[in-house]
């Protein structure tokens, strides 16, 4: 069986949720397809046994090592680690995982180099997303001319639902705002989209 593995942050629970769905639509009962945070059995940490093990052995398992990039996922270790314990493992164990990083509202220029260093996909795009099945297909026992149609429509749906997942905002007026009335007091410099913004709070 296919043995896939999504490495995420926790703030990016629902967006795991809905790249698991697409790969559970497209590979069916072929692909074991692990979300931590799936509470559906032997689908994420099974409750009652040591959580690191488990992960562990998931990423040594693993065909297939998912890493969803976003603006989140920056700033989680856990990610990192995850990544970084896959290529540990392909280098001492003499395993090759295919290693797909998915980017939502970030570049590649902006990834970390342990990232970089492989081809990346936008996880908002119908034809990369189709590329990634496809990628994900060739490492387990799939005809890829009778998964075309399903690739496409599938893909299709999944946009669909990953448009409901609210994207990174900019720091804007009406966030201001909002830590005004929150009792916030800041100076903001917004040149090019982004901001920069020294902040204090009396509460």
């Not at 603006?71 to 989680?76: C, N, P, Q």
């Not at 164990?93 to 902006?110: A, G, N, Q, W, Y």
């Not at 669909?160 to 929150?182: C, I, N, R, S």
């Not at 800041?186 to 902040?199: E, H, L, M, R, S």
Request: charged share 30%; with cysteine; glycine share 6%.
């Amino acid at each position: 069986m296919l043995k896939v593995f999504i490495s995420y942050s926790h703030k990016d629970e629902r967006l795991a949720e809905i790249v698991q769905g697409l790969l559970d639509r497209v590979f069916g009962a072929e692909a074991d397809v692990f979300r931590a945070a799936d509470t559906r059995p032997h689908r994420g940490i099974e409750p009652g046994r040591e959580w690191l093990g488990q992960l562990k052995n998931r990423i040594r398992e693993a065909h297939v090592v998912i890493s969803l990039q976003t603006e989140r996922s920056s700033d989680s270790s856990w990610v990192d680690w995850e990544w970084g314990l896959a290529q540990r493992l392909e280098q001492d164990e003499d395993i090759s995982p295919t290693f797909l990083p998915i980017l939502f509202e970030v570049s590649k220029d902006s990834l970390d180099a342990m990232y970089a260093a492989y081809q990346c996909y936008d996880g908002r795009g119908q034809e990369p997303m189709e590329v990634v099945l496809k990628a994900i297909s060739d490492c387990g026992d799939f005809d890829v001319n009778e998964l075309k149609d399903i690739f496409s429509r599938e893909v299709k749906l999944y946009l669909e639902e990953v448009d409901t997942f609210p994207a990174a905002q900019p720091f804007t007026d009406q966030l201001a705002k909002k830590l005004g009335e929150l009792g916030a007091d800041f100076d903001v410099k917004d040149g090019t989209g982004g901001a920069v913004f020294n902040c204090d709070f009396d509460r």
